[in-house]
């Protein structure tokens, strides 16, 4: 019952304080543990937060000089871009590790399911998975140290019922949340946990199956979206090659400024289009 309260509270969403200098500090769900990993976040390193700050930068700098043929216009579009660089590095790693925690997850399914199928307890089936996991994605794989620090807190005395419920709030992942909910019901009442892992796993499986069929459909269509968002730098190129030499006038910049925003709110709106989730 205290761990099921512990988890009742992690559930709830975690208030965010505010430093003296009115930024929102991020306070991570550790779990029962304290040792867990929060997923629904990411917090990057000061190495990743140079980096995006650099390329947003040269970015931005790049892109504003060419079109508005203005280094201070440039200087301003690379402090904003590489501000803005931060938070899109971010969400990156962000989706990327969810993908990656998801696709492993998959395989733990799979693993149990094959220990369940031979008779093994829960003990012994998260035993031998982490065995699995380790050798299929290596130590440091998040689902290796996810079933590690599950077998662990099972030897402390912690149910294995309680610490997928932990690791479904903390992973923020739907599949993970509906597998702990149907493993917490078959563990409390005898139900047939391998078919609920096997019948998981091809769930699973299906939609993991079907979004990489939609994402090689929208290939062709993101990369014609790419392609488009250099073509304003292009033109302002070849416009500059075929002009007079002299600096463009108030009234051009206005009108060049209007077309760049009706394009970036055009890019935004393509790729809300293309990013289809299952």
């Not at 307890?121 to 590690?148: P, Q």
Request: proline share 1%; glycine share 8%.
């Amino acid at each position: 019952m205290e761990a099921d309260a512990k988890i009742a509270a992690q559930a709830k969403p975690q208030k965010q304080k505010k430093q003296k200098s009115g930024k929102k500090k991020i306070i991570e769900n550790r779990g029962i543990s304290g040792a867990g990993t929060d997923y629904t976040v990411y917090i990057m390193n000061s190495q990743e937060t140079m980096l995006a700050v650099v390329i947003g930068f040269v970015v931005g700098f790049a892109a504003g000089y060419c079109y508005f043929d203005s280094k201070l216009v440039g200087l301003i579009v690379g402090l904003v871009a590489g501000y803005k660089a931060i938070d899109i590095f971010r969400k990156k790693k962000q989706t990327e590790r969810l993908r990656d925690l998801r696709l492993q997850f998959r395989d733990l399914l799979e693993s149990l399911s094959n220990s369940y199928t031979v008779g093994m307890t829960a003990n012994r089936a998260f035993l031998g998975a982490y065995d699995d996991m380790v050798t299929e994605h290596g130590k440091n794989s998040y689902i290796a140290k996810e079933v590690r620090l599950i077998n662990e807190m099972h030897n402390q005395g912690t149910e294995i019922r309680d610490m997928l419920n932990d690791f479904a709030v903390r992973s923020g992942i739907d599949d993970v949340r509906s597998f702990a909910d149907v493993f917490h019901i078959s563990s409390e009442l005898g139900g047939d946990v391998a078919k609920v892992i096997r019948e998981t796993r091809d769930m699973i499986g299906d939609k993991i199956e079907i979004e990489l069929e939609i994402q090689t459909m929208v290939t062709g269509q993101r990369s014609e979206l790419n392609i488009l968002a250099v073509m304003p730098i292009v033109m302002s190129l070849m416009l500059r090659a075929f002009g007079n030499g002299e600096p463009p006038s108030l009234l051009t910049i206005i009108v060049k400024a209007a077309a760049l925003l009706l394009f970036v709110f055009a890019y935004w709106l393509g790729t809300k289009i293309v990013d289809i989730k299952v």
